[in-house]
């Protein structure tokens, strides 16, 4: 038993996840066809950048709420300056930096005011909301991909055959991965959410640690924001509404611990994918969207349940 509990600590996600599979394809074989499969990555690949973002900062025992009105912000920013004859070439990394600036900004609250990661990101959120409200008066920037090459593509491109969004969840999983499992930034990070006064006596810069994990986070909201935008057309001004509790329940059903010092980027990877198939899934069954949210919360219930179990 003790073996069998072991196994399930080391691999737990990734049996849950295999496990869902087989019960869904099961009851529906249509599940596990070529185009049903690449759906699923297209529709996680917002929620997985994301989450990956989210990842540095719970590994440092931290939150951030604002991931959603971050998005919502750069990309109506991002829509604004098209609708006005911007280049595209402009537009698309100005949001991405706003992305970084706003990362920035909580990480600053953070890590030199000494907020709360709740508080400060809970009040980043709302006044990043009313600014996206205040800049387009609540109405949507529509008809982007028209006026965009690039976030056309975004949309529509593929690279044989392989949805572009999905190219660059794949893409940033491994750069993330390599950046926290193989750099002095990532152990860091990890020294940070593990004991942050002996992070601090061993000459780690945790300050710095605390705001960069924040950039990051930022950066892949925008570039989720980015992706949004270019699957609607349109920025809209509630856009990412929800978001940050999708991704804080992919990164803890990947096995990250919420008191910090311990995750991984391709766990979450796996946590994705959990909420993709469970939506998916459940769609396909043809449960119905009131069931479904029950279903999500029970199983972000378990997943908060085992993390404690395994750090006790």
Not at 31 to 54: D, K
Not at 158 to 166: G, H, T, V
Not at 246 to 265: H, Q, R
Not at 299 to 306: D, K, S
Request: charged residues 10%; aromatic residues 8%.
């Amino acid at each position: 038993m003790d073996k069998v509990k072991q196994l399930f600590v080391k691999y737990g996600t990734a049996i849950s996840l295999f496990v869902l599979i087989g019960i869904v394809s099961a009851i529906n074989p249509k599940f596990l066809t070529m185009y049903n499969i690449l759906n699923i990555f297209r529709q996680v690949s917002i929620i997985g950048l994301i989450a990956f973002g989210m990842t540095f900062v719970i590994i440092t025992g931290g939150i951030d709420l604002s991931v959603g009105a971050t998005l919502a912000l750069t990309s109506m920013i991002m829509g604004l300056m098209l609708v006005k004859g911007t280049s595209d070439l402009v537009a698309i990394p100005v949001a991405l930096l706003l992305g970084v600036i706003f990362g920035g900004i909580n990480g600053v609250l953070i890590s030199k005011v000494k907020l709360q990661p709740f508080i400060a990101t809970l009040a980043t959120m709302t006044m990043f909301r009313g600014i996206t409200m205040i800049i387009s008066n609540g109405i949507p920037a529509m008809e982007l991909t028209k006026k965009s090459s690039i976030l056309n593509f975004f949309s529509q491109g593929k690279i044989l055959n392989i949805p572009f969004p999905m190219i660059l969840l794949i893409v940033f999983l491994v750069v993330l991965l390599l950046l926290l499992q193989n750099t002095v930034f990532g152990r860091g990070v990890y020294a940070v959410g593990g004991n942050e006064e002996a992070a601090r006596l061993s000459s780690i810069p945790v300050n710095k640690v605390k705001i960069l994990v924040y950039v990051v986070s930022g950066f892949m909201s925008a570039l989720a924001g980015v992706i949004l935008t270019s699957r609607l057309s349109s920025a809209q001004p509630t856009a990412g509404i929800g978001f940050e509790l999708d991704a804080i329940a992919a990164v803890v059903i990947g096995g990250t611990s919420l008191s910090g010092g311990k995750g991984k980027i391709f766990g979450t990877f796996l946590g994705v994918l959990i909420i993709g198939v469970l939506n998916n899934g459940l769609n396909i069954i043809g449960v119905s969207a009131f069931y479904q949210q029950f279903i999500k919360g029970l199983v972000i219930l378990l997943a908060v349940i085992l993390d404690r179990k395994s750090n006790t």
